[in-house]
């Protein structure tokens, strides 16, 4: 690992490993490190060279969707001079993911669009990079299972902008040897949507039980997905609740961290 | 007057919304069964994507050259025997509805269903001047008779449960004593009474699913048959529509028809579709006598030439309201429109004032399931979030959240200073929360902390540990 990134190495010459620009993202910066760790051990298991530029903070979706625009449209250049001198960039969620690829180019005129274009264009969640350009190797033994049954909540922004359904799944199944008991309604929103949750805390509460009571259906003690929103969101109604679902990132799961406590539990 | 709204309450209206666990229960089983009952139509279909793509081609076409369709429409109606209007405004719809029932020394008016005219608010106006007005469509008669507003553009009442039809009807019809237990029973009981009112109504009000331009027809779907009884018994015929329901010919119809119920119910084909081309001719048995069609603009034209104008691809299926989280949970009313859901919160602030319901494109969670199932693939997600940008320009936001973002797209853009706090901040929550896992209540938080518990983060932000870590890996 290096902390700065070093000069423009795309496309890499046959043999040298991809270097990897990879963005935390700002929940997993704040509140859950274990997911960066986790993915930077997964894309060095790929055979990548990972680096982590200092100067990043959040994809500005905060500003994008709550209408500053102009506010979002800073964020974006100062990420995309950040990040576009590497072979690939990859991110640990879906909803960042897609910002940068579908809406930095939206919100970007010029020579800006341009250059946010490129960069969609190496910009991968962390599950589809694992899958589609570096396979991480496996371990010789699985990791002891966790629980006995495990369901997988698709967050609506990588399910629909970004197609990211089947990666993680497969992944499960490949390196930690999970198969997904699926929800009736893996499609519908769990009610996080970014600020929305704040906005019209009832609502929201209402879909975050409605998604509960679906994976409860499944039998899982265990809810795992690709998107730490959607994530802090369910665990957190989980505990007002008094469920016991237990909820991880698939970046720890995948890298086989099993011993990280769940979110939301004691340290 | 454009639209009379009650948007501003919507929090509160969706919040009360959801302590009626009967109706929240009753939208919770729609919004399960209707999207399965489209996507099976979707499948049997075949090459459903090449069709939205036909369609909205079509769409764009007739926007593009709605003057010269419109002229053409006109032409072709005027030619045909019928009257043709234009209407600017709700207000102006009303008053020619108004003046034509006045001609006739009209008494009764039965009406087929009209989202337009629930738009202008057409019903009051026609009862203050001394009318009788019915609506036959069993969902509009179902809440005439409560005194509600449709909960839903395609289903009206499908708020209300049978057993409250059932003791609606029992009230309101003055009928003898008689069992109302079942759907069927309602049913047949409201053809009863509503069969009264098509045979004594002076003049017919109906809707157009669209405007045939090259023929002058106007087309309707429905599943009662009602419409066409609107449009054919009483001997005065109006058809309320807007502009953009324009269409060049038959087959952009029919083309049109083809995504339109299998993306409201899942059915191939409703059970009545019907074109209408004007009065009775000499040799033909029955149909109105005199047909009128009153084309309403209501900021359409201003729609059209704003950012905004693929709202205007709409064509009326409601599906996005069956798929969307928000509007199941928090039930049609509580936007305050009478377009609710994902396009009514679009179209409302585009057709009365953002300052009025700059409420409604906040309800959404950008989950794009809406925007997925778009037979006329309108971008609705991203149109809500320009709908917010709007209202970051004109600051109609509350102040905090204008400011709460400021600060937060300021710190972003300071890398450092952004690291030092939340390096500070985290550290610090991280040691009052970390035995227990999560916090009940956090300053600054409430929003969230309203519904659900804040979990505790891990020892200090990835940025820091990733530091402290590749220092050491240099030392």
Redesign the interface.
């Given at each position: 690992?290096s902390?700065h990134h070093s000069q423009a190495t795309s496309p890499p010459p046959t043999g040298n490993p991809l270097h990897v620009g990879f963005f935390?993202t700002?929940l997993?910066?704040?509140?859950?490190?274990?997911v960066?760790?986790a993915s930077i051990a997964l894309l060095e298991r790929a055979g990548c060279e990972v680096s982590?530029p200092?100067?990043?903070?959040?994809c500005?979706q905060?500003?994008?969707?709550?209408?500053?625009?102009p506010?979002?449209a800073?964020?974006a250049r100062?990420v995309i001079e950040r990040f576009s001198d590497f072979d690939y960039v990859v991110l640990p969620s879906g909803s960042c993911a897609g910002m940068m690829i579908k809406h930095y180019p939206?919100i970007l005129e010029g020579e800006w669009h341009e250059k946010a274009t490129a960069l969609a264009e190496k910009t991968f969640e962390l599950t589809t990079f694992l899958s589609e350009i570096a396979a991480p190797v496996p371990d010789q033994q699985f990791p002891e299972p966790l629980h006995e049954t495990v369901t997988y909540h698709d967050s609506?922004?990588g399910l629909?902008?970004l197609g990211i359904k089947q990666h993680p799944r497969d992944l499960l199944k490949n390196l930690c040897d999970i198969d997904i008991a699926e929800l009736s309604?893996s499609?519908?929103?769990c009610?996080?949507?970014?600020?929305?949750?704040?906005?019209?805390?009832?609502?929201?509460?209402?879909?975050?039980d409605?998604k509960l009571a679906d994976a409860g259906d499944t039998g899982a003690q265990l809810l795992t997905g690709g998107d730490l929103g959607c994530l802090?969101?369910i665990?957190?109604?989980a505990?007002?609740q008094g469920l016991a679902m237990e909820v991880r990132h698939v970046a720890e799961l995948l890298a086989g961290d099993y011993s990280?406590?769940a979110?939301?539990?004691?340290? | 007057m454009t639209m009379n709204i009650q948007s501003e309450n919507f929090?509160d209206a969706?919040?009360s919304a959801?302590e009626n666990s009967q109706r929240?229960r009753t939208r919770?089983a729609l919004g399960?069964s209707t999207p399965l009952k489209r996507a099976a139509a979707v499948e049997r279909f075949g090459d459903f994507e090449a069709l939205r793509r036909h369609v909205k081609k079509i769409r764009q076409h007739s926007l593009d050259n709605l003057d010269h369709y419109l002229q053409t429409f006109e032409h072709q109606a005027l030619a045909r025997g019928n009257q043709v209007h234009f209407a600017r405004t709700g207000r102006e719809l009303n008053a020619r509805v108004l003046e034509i029932c006045n001609q006739h020394q009209a008494r009764k008016v039965a009406k087929g269903k009209s989202m337009v005219t629930e738009e202008t608010e057409l019903n009051d106006q026609l009862q203050a001047a001394g009318l009788e007005v019915i609506e036959t469509d069993l969902g509009e008669y179902i809440i005439q008779l409560a005194g509600e507003k449709p909960s839903h553009i395609t289903g009206p009442a499908l708020h209300k449960s049978e057993s409250e039809i059932a003791a609606l009807f029992m009230e309101k019809h003055t009928l003898p004593e008689r069992e109302l237990d079942t759907a069927d029973a309602m049913v047949s009981e409201a053809r009863v009474v509503l069969r009264e009112h098509f045979l004594s109504a002076d003049v017919g009000i109906i809707g157009a699913n669209a405007l045939v331009a090259a023929t002058g027809d106007s087309m309707l779907v429905t599943n009662e048959g009602n419409g066409d009884l609107c449009a054919s018994l009483p001997g005065v015929l109006i058809v309320c529509t807007t502009i953009d329901r324009i269409v060049p010919t038959l087959d952009d119809a029919a083309a049109t028809l083809r995504l339109l119920a299998r993306s409201t119910t899942g059915q191939a084909i409703s059970c009545y579709t019907s074109f209408y081309s004007g009065p009775r001719g000499e040799s033909d048995p029955d149909g109105p006598l005199e047909t009128h069609f009153i084309l309403l603009d209501n900021q359409r034209s201003d729609v059209l030439a704003s950012d905004y104008r693929e709202m205007l691809h709409c064509i009326r299926c409601g599906a996005c309201l069956n798929h969307c989280?928000?509007y199941v949970?928090?039930g049609g009313h509580a936007y305050g429109s009478v377009y609710p859901g994902p396009m009514g919160s679009v179209l409302t602030p585009l057709l009365t004032s953002l300052e009025q319901s700059h409420m409604l494109p906040?309800?959404?969670?950008?989950?794009?399931?809406c925007?997925?199932i778009c037979p006329a693939n309108i971008p609705l997600p991203?149109l809500l979030?320009d709908?917010?940008?709007?209202?970051?320009?004109k600051q109609l936001?509350a102040t905090r959240?204008r400011l709460g973002?400021?600060l937060?797209?300021h710190?972003?853009?300071s890398?450092q200073l952004?690291?030092w706090l939340?390096g500070v901040a985290?550290k610090l929550l991280?040691k009052l929360g970390?035995?227990?896992?999560?916090f009940r209540r956090l300053p600054l938080?409430s929003?969230?902390t309203?519904?659900?518990?804040?979990?505790?983060?891990?020892?200090?932000?990835?940025?820091r540990?990733?530091?402290d870590q590749?220092k050491q890996?240099h030392d």
């Open positions: 690992m902390e935390v700002c997993a910066d704040l509140f859950r490190p274990s960066g760790f982590v200092v100067q990043q903070t959040c500005g905060p500003a994008y969707n709550n209408g500053d625009y506010g979002a800073k964020i100062q939206r609506c922004a629909r902008e309604h499609e519908v929103c009610g996080f949507g970014g600020t929305f949750c704040a906005k019209m805390p009832a609502l929201s509460a209402k879909m975050t409605d802090l969101a665990a957190g109604r505990r007002r990280t406590p979110i939301g539990e004691p340290q | 929090l969706a919040n959801l929240a919770n399960q989280p928000v949970a928090a906040n309800a959404c969670t950008s989950c794009g399931r925007a997925e991203d979030r709908l917010r940008r709007d209202e970051h320009e936001s959240w973002i400021g937060h797209g710190l972003a853009r890398p952004y690291h939340t985290i991280h970390r035995k227990k896992g999560f938080a929003g969230w309203q519904a659900r518990d804040f979990p505790t983060p891990q020892a200090t932000t990835f940025m540990q990733f530091k590749n890996d």
